[in-house]
């Protein structure tokens, strides 16, 4: 096993997968649309988007970008995710966060909610949260996906994480919430972390496992962490974790970039060809 993962070379093994699952599917489905919506200029989410686009088209899979302004009144916003859940050429349908701050949290739900139950490869529709707070997820977060993967290739499938002590960094409703819930039905003993957490390295240093998504660079230092820790980094661009201090006492540690994030792009990819496959049944069975 290597100490630093790689995360491109793990996802060209995921990509010739999913061209084969892909070039399986029936032919008029191989055709479906994958339609992110971005409001907004942000930088690094253009950034996420071209990198899920260039992904996709190594599948063979039709993404589609649908920008509106900054300005874009969000009740349009909302309609125009609704006409688009609604097409049957769309297969996912997915929106781009964060939102510009003009939006309220309440407008953000109501937009996240716009997306078919069945389209939501990103699982941040209600229905498709409760459904995986409550252990039946129809996707699982590609981010999640990711760290599940990474998990095992450091030597921890599900049934070696019972007993483990796990630190989670980051309550997001995208990562840390979901992720926090999986290892928590693994059996891992974990602890949600924020940054209302007093003395955070106290629980690091307790941890086999950190896991990190708080955005904040350098966070973790090698002061903060034990020998042979396995540290997850999710942060994006730059990682959470001291790499140069926490590399040397890591058992397994994931680089920024190159570690967590190509994975998480492949296996929103397999959520697409899911959601494909399984409108595809519904619609046979509906027959």
Known sequence: ???IFDGRAYQKKLLAQLQRQFRQLPAGQQQRQL????????PA???YIRMKQQFAQKIGINFQVHQFATTTPPAKVIRQVQKLGQKPAV????VQLPLPARWSPAQERQLLDAIPP??????LASQNLGLL???RPRFLPATVAAVVAILREAGFSAAKLRGQVVTVIGKSLIVGTPLVNWLLRAGATVVSCDQATQDLGRWTRASKIVISAAGRPRLITGAMVSRSVVAIDI?????????????????????V???VGPLTVAYLMASLIKAIANQQQTTNNEN
Not at 35 to 42: H, I, K, T
Not at 91 to 94: C, N, Q, Y
Not at 118 to 123: F, G, L, N, P, Q
Not at 235 to 246: I, L
Request: with cysteine.
């Open 35 to 42: 339609v992110s919506v971005l409001v907004g200029d942000n």
């Open 91 to 94: 297969a996912g349908l997915m």
């Open 257 to 259: 970039p190159g570690g």
């Open 235 to 255: 942060a994006s661009p730059r990682g959470d974790f001291d790499f140069a201090s926490v590399a040397p006492k890591a058992e397994f540690i994931t680089p």
């Open 133 to 135: 707070l409550a252990g």
């Open 45 to 47: 989410s253009q950034l």
């Open 118 to 123: 069945e389209k939501d490869i990103d699982c």
């Open 1 to 3: 096993m290597e100490k």
